[in-house]
């Protein structure tokens, strides 16, 4: 694994801990593990190189499931990204140049 891999892991890690003390609910935590790892996996370049095109074709991938589970792995991605921001790791989220998937949910009558 590279210096620059190693960073992402790390910070990915870091993120998922606070989440852990922040009281998030298990369900959340696991989730958000999954999609992370699945960037991590994706994603071999530098944590200050990823761009709005690198998470564009990070998403693509999913393009046939569902809109809310593409929903929450863009959520998932952003809320990591944001967390990023406040760390000082990253200047901007560059998934805020994204369109956003809609969750595609409807309420209960």
């Known amino acids: 694994m590279s210096n620059l891999q190693q960073l992402l892991s790390e ?10 003390h922040a009281n998030h609910c298990s369900h959340t935590l696991r989730v958000y593990k999954t999609d992370l790892r699945a960037f991590e996996e994706f994603y071999k370049g530098s944590f200050k190189d ?47 140049k994204l369109t956003r998937v809609k969750g595609g949910q409807t309420k209960a009558a």
């Open 11 to 20: 910070a990915v890690a870091n993120y998922l801990q606070d989440l852990q």
């Open 50 to 96: 990823i761009t709005a095109e690198v998470l564009r074709d990070f998403f693509v991938q999913f393009i046939n499931l569902r809109p809310a589970t593409r929903a929450r792995k863009q959520a998932s991605v952003a809320s990591f990204l944001n967390w990023a921001v406040r760390q000082d790791l990253i200047e901007a989220s560059p998934l805020a």
